[in-house]
């Protein structure tokens, strides 16, 4: 069933989150701002257990974001106008020279576009809806290496970073003629695990927030519960200079 269909025949409040989380009007999340994203370093020749073949030589490069393409499952409780949702995504390309919440040109020569690994996440948030948009309370994101992405299976072979602490979140339409909605997380306290300090190797101490924004693509309702959608969606995430309040 379509969203257009399902706005016709869900409660008030069920249509609200879908219009704040798959958008139904005109304030973008996603509009560039004019504050750059700092780089990160990338060592491809510290992801183990991967066979490159002989004209392809890892090494290091330096990216300020990444791309990504993402599915989840929302399920939204109408008692209390709160929502939960856990999805998971996979890092389609680094990107550098670019202004954040905008798109430059992506990393060229890196293993990662060929496929010789994956970098793959979940991420899991819960929410309320209220009347000026829904608000992004708790989230949790995990960032993972796929060292066999050749057998089509998503492998969480090697955590390499982590957060569990949402320092801001928020959810609402989009003006995006391609795009449903927009959203965007701030994660604070991200941690790198000692492999992570490896593969995304400077800067030393690494950076401590984390921004993970985009737009909702597809959203429909799924099995005989009506609160629950599957979304799929796509967007960007790069790191951000350790800033105070919330």
């Known amino acids: 069933m379509k969203l257009t269909k399902l706005h016709q025949t869900l409660p008030a409040g069920l249509c609200l ?35 490159y073949p002989p004209a392809f030589t890892p090494q290091a490069f330096e990216v300020n974001q990444m791309y ?9 409780d109408q008692t209390v106008s709160s929502f939960e949702e856990k999805g998971e995504f996979d890092i389609m390309e ?3 020279g670019f202004v954040p919440k905008g798109f430059g040109g992506y990393a060229l020569g890196s293993g990662l576009n060929p496929g010789y690994y994956a970098l793959i996440g979940d991420f899991s948030i819960t929410g309320k809806v209220t009347a000026g948009g ?3 309370e708790n989230g949790v994101i995990h960032f993972y290496i796929d060292s066999t992405p050749e057998d ?18 928020s959810a609402g339409s989009s003006t995006n003629p391609n795009a449903l909605g927009s959203y965007d997380a701030v994660y604070a306290d991200f941690k790198l695990t000692d492999q992570g300090e490896k593969y995304w190797k400077e800067p030393q101490p690494f950076y401590t927030n984390l921004d993970f924004y985009g737009n909702v693509l597809t959203s429909i309702r799924t099995g005989e519960n009506p609160n629950v959608f599957e979304t799929t969606g796509a967007g960007g995430a790069y790191f951000l200079r350790k800033f105070s309040g919330k």
């Open 152 to 169: 089509a299976v998503r492998n969480k072979d090697i955590l390499i970073g982590s957060s569990s602490t949402l320092l801001s979140g």
């Open 94 to 96: 680094y990107r550098t």
């Open 68 to 76: 990504y393409s993402y599915y989840s499952t929302i399920t939204y």
């Open 17 to 51: 989150l879908l219009m704040l989380l798959a958008g139904c009007g005109s304030d973008s999340l996603s509009a560039p701002v004019s504050v750059p994203a700092p780089s990160w370093t990338v060592d491809e020749s510290q992801v183990p257990s991967v066979v």
């Open 134 to 136: 829904a608000v992004i």
